[in-house]
T-cell receptor, first 113, second 115 residues
Framework: QKEVEQNSGPLSVPEGAIASLNCTYS??????FFWYRQYSGKSPELIMS????GDKEDGRFTAQLNKASQYVSLLIRDSQPSDSATYLC?????????????FGKGTHLIIQP | DAGVTQSPTHLIKTRGQHVTLRCSPI?????VSWYQQVLGQGPQFIFQ???????GRGNFPDRFSARQFPNYSSELNVNALLLGDSALYLC??????????????FGEGSRLTVL
């Protein structure tokens, strides 16, 4: 049973600070990892994907993957009120068949002006 | 360019009824996936179709079925509705079905309420 665990929050961060979101996954066969942002009442939107160990930066976002520790994180620099949303971590394994994404429950992030 | 479109956006059914949800993927995307999202939870994988063939199925009962048409649009069918089927049903498309197939583009969803 593949599981993705996230702290549901809420995580409250002052505007301009770094928001750090964390995620662990249970199986060692997951190959790729994703962060989706979901605003209240809206559908998820892909913000980052990461496939290999290390850091991946895109603008104010940095995703970090440590496969040995089965740990994924997302850092948001210079946090803005518009970053307030639920952040969903997802793992994907595709080997032989398509299992789809396994999502965590999401972390609710609040950026305080 | 149009994104993923889903219909209907909202619907109310009673227990025991049947529902069909429809999805049109982004032009050029051959993979369509369906997810169920219950309030306060992350989306849960139901099906993936690629090139009109079922490529994956999540842990859902046989009351759930789907298909993909030659134009890559898709339908999700749920029979014998239960109260617990009340959820947001999300359709997502992607260009490929392998490990990069996790880069999904979601539609706005169909919110199903079962009374």
């Amino acid at each position: 049973q593949k599981e993705v665990e996230q702290n549901s929050g809420p995580l409250s961060v002052p505007e301009g600070a770094i928001a750090s979101l964390n995620c662990t996954y249970s199986d060692r066969v997951s190959q790729s990892f994703f962060w989706y942002r979901q605003y209240s009442g809206k559908s998820p939107e892909l913000i980052m994907s990461i496939y290999s160990n290390g850091d991946k930066e895109d603008g104010r976002f940095t995703a970090q993957l440590n496969k040995a520790s089965q740990y994924v994180s997302l850092l948001i620099r210079d946090s803005q009120p518009s970053d307030s949303a639920t952040y969903l971590c997802a793992a994907h394994y595709s080997g032989g068949g398509a299992d789809g994404l396994t999502f965590g429950k999401g972390t609710h992030l609040i950026i305080q002006p | 360019d149009a994104g993923v479109t889903q219909s209907p956006t909202h619907l109310i059914k009673t227990r025991g009824q049947h529902v069909t949800l429809r999805c049109s993927p982004i032009s050029g995307h051959k993979s369509v996936s369906w997810y169920q999202q219950v309030l306060g939870q992350g989306p849960q994988f139901i099906f993936q179709y690629y090139e009109k063939e079922e490529r994956g199925r999540g842990n859902f009962p046989d009351r759930f079925s789907a298909r993909q048409f030659p134009n890559y649009s898709s339908e999700l069918n749920v029979n014998a509705l239960l109260l617990g089927d009340s959820a947001l049903y999300l359709c997502a498309s992607s260009f490929r079905s392998d490990s990069l197939g996790g880069e999904l583009f979601f539609g706005e969803g169909s919110r199903l309420t079962v009374l």
